[in-house]
């Protein structure tokens, strides 16, 4: 256990609608990031926040959005659903931003996007 | 951008014999690099990690080796069970940018034969 905690496991969307995904960090760990990891491949890092601020993106476009709230936790916002977001979408929390700090996942949320 | 090379895709082995995956970054200044082992229908879960100071990690059957100047690092596993069959990734990443972010490779898919 990783003490990162992710919700909902499973959800069904249609295209077009949007989704909030919701992640609890690991206790004592104040950065928060989100993964997209399509079947069959590695994640790939889509942001990452760290103290409520948004600290880094990857190559994803601006409808994938997030928050992070004073207790770390964090959510991932996707609006107009396409058919390739359809993936496990992966939350990661870290003591820190920087890198060499470890890493926990938790275990995910499955979109898929019919 | 940094990229991660991971081999083989697949791999299977007898039980209790050694295991080997392998894995190359393209930035040098990479210098954190954990591997993850993931199981059907689950987050990756950390196994262990390297940093670039160190050349060799061990725990229990479990070693990591890094060659900076080749840029490459290894996982091995001895004396393999059943259970450790899963997919694992390699992952890499530098302090440019201030994010920690990883880079994944590919993963391998291990098959350990009762």
């Known amino acids: 256990e990783t003490g990162v905690t992710q919700s909902p496991t499973h959800l069904i969307k249609t295209r077009g609608q949007q989704v909030t995904l919701r992640c609890s960090s690991q206790?004592?760990?104040?950065?928060v990031s989100w993964y997209q990891q399509a079947l069959g491949q590695g994640p790939q890092f889509i942001f990452q926040?760290?103290?409520?601020?948004?600290?880094g993106r990857g190559n994803f476009p601006p409808r994938f959005s997030g928050l992070q709230f004073p207790n770390y936790s964090s959510e991932l916002n996707v609006n107009a659903l396409e058919l390739d977001d359809s993936a496990l979408y992966l939350c990661?929390?870290?003591?820190?931003?920087?890198?060499?700090?470890?890493?926990?996942f938790g275990e995910g949320s499955w979109l898929t996007v019919v | 951008g940094e990229n991660v090379e991971q081999h083989p895709s697949t791999l299977s082995v007898q039980e209790g014999d050694s295991a080997v995956i392998k894995c190359t970054y393209s930035d040098s200044a990479s210098n954190y690099f954990p591997w993850y082992k993931q199981e059907l229908g689950k987050g990756p879960q950390l196994i262990i990690d390297?940093?670039?100071?160190?050349g060799e990690k061990k725990d229990q059957r479990i070693a990591v080796t890094l060659n900076k100047t080749a840029k490459h690092f290894s996982l091995h596993i001895t004396e393999t069970q059943p259970e450790d069959s899963a997919v694992y990734f390699c992952a890499a990443s530098h302090p440019v940018g201030n994010t920690g972010k990883l880079i994944f490779g590919q993963g391998t898919t291990l098959q350990v034969k009762p």
């Open positions: 390297i940093r670039s100071n160190v």
């Open positions: 990661a929390s870290s003591p820190g931003f920087m890198s060499g700090n470890t890493i926990y």
């Open positions: 926040y760290y103290r409520e601020e948004e600290n």
């Open positions: 206790s004592g760990h104040n950065t």
